[in-house]
């Protein structure tokens, strides 16, 4: 199979039902920005993060966004009913919310602000989180709108990447920078 399929070559694309879009279409948008984050997450990976945070949690996340990208892709909602793995439920908010209490016990309580930065992982992880943050403005805009699981999702994923990046930094022995 080629990686090109010149499909696209108009500016269009094909959502999960066949249906065919611009790329500048709002729910291409949308999932084009849980790529970003999913990609900002291999980047924290690869950028020293500690191995249990890397491959316990964040490919499980990865896995995750993948499957929020295909229900978005999906206005018929169709594929969900086909394939386990392409389903965000919530269960997985669930999980996500009982993550961010799990690591936040071995972190200082918050007391101001937190500059973005520390360690190279604890920075992707910051920059994750904002490209997060623009997703779930871009899911939320969505007419007519997505599963309200896909937005819970989106706003706890958000919160865990930035307790994320305080571990990956608490972790690291970087001190934060605190406004």
């Given at each position: 199979?080629?990686?090109?399929?010149?499909?696209?070559?108009?500016?269009?694309?094909?959502?999960?039902?066949?249906?065919?879009?611009?790329?500048?279409?709002?729910?291409?948008?949308?999932?084009?920005?849980?790529?970003?984050?999913?990609?900002?997450?291999?980047?924290?990976?690869?950028?020293?993060?500690?191995?249990?945070?890397?491959?316990?949690?964040?490919?499980?996340?990865?896995?995750?966004?993948?499957?929020?990208?295909?229900?978005?892709?999906?206005?018929?909602?169709k594929i969900a009913t086909r394939v386990a793995k392409a389903i965000i439920s919530d269960?997985?908010?669930?999980?996500?919310?009982?993550?961010?209490?799990?690591?936040?016990?071995?972190?200082?309580?918050?007391?101001?602000?937190?500059?973005?930065?520390?360690?190279?992982?604890?920075?992707?992880?910051?920059?994750?989180?904002?490209?997060?943050?623009?997703?779930?403005?871009?899911?939320?805009?969505?007419?007519?709108?997505?599963?309200?699981?896909?937005?819970?999702?989106?706003?706890?994923?958000?919160?865990?990447?930035?307790?994320?990046?305080?571990?990956?930094n608490h972790r690291g022995g970087v001190p934060e920078d605190e406004w």
């Amino acid at each position: 199979m080629k990686i090109y399929t010149r499909t696209g070559d108009t500016g269009e694309t094909s959502l999960f039902d066949g249906t065919r879009v611009g790329k500048d279409d709002p729910r291409v948008d949308a999932y084009g920005e849980v790529d970003e984050t999913n990609a900002w997450l291999g980047l924290a990976r690869a950028s020293g993060l500690d191995p249990a945070l890397a491959d316990e949690v964040v490919v499980h996340l990865q896995r995750d966004l993948f499957a929020l990208g295909a229900q978005l892709a999906d206005p018929a909602d169709k594929i969900a009913t086909r394939v386990a793995k392409a389903i965000i439920s919530d269960a997985d908010v669930t999980r996500l919310e009982q993550l961010i209490d799990q690591l936040e016990t071995e972190l200082p309580p918050l007391r101001r602000f937190i500059l973005a930065g520390g360690t190279p992982a604890g920075a992707a992880l910051h920059v994750a989180r904002t490209v997060c943050r623009r997703a779930e403005r871009r899911i939320v805009a969505l007419q007519p709108p997505v599963d309200a699981v896909l937005v819970r999702y989106v706003n706890r994923l958000s919160d865990l990447l930035f307790v994320l990046a305080r571990v990956a930094n608490h972790r690291g022995g970087v001190p934060e920078d605190e406004w």
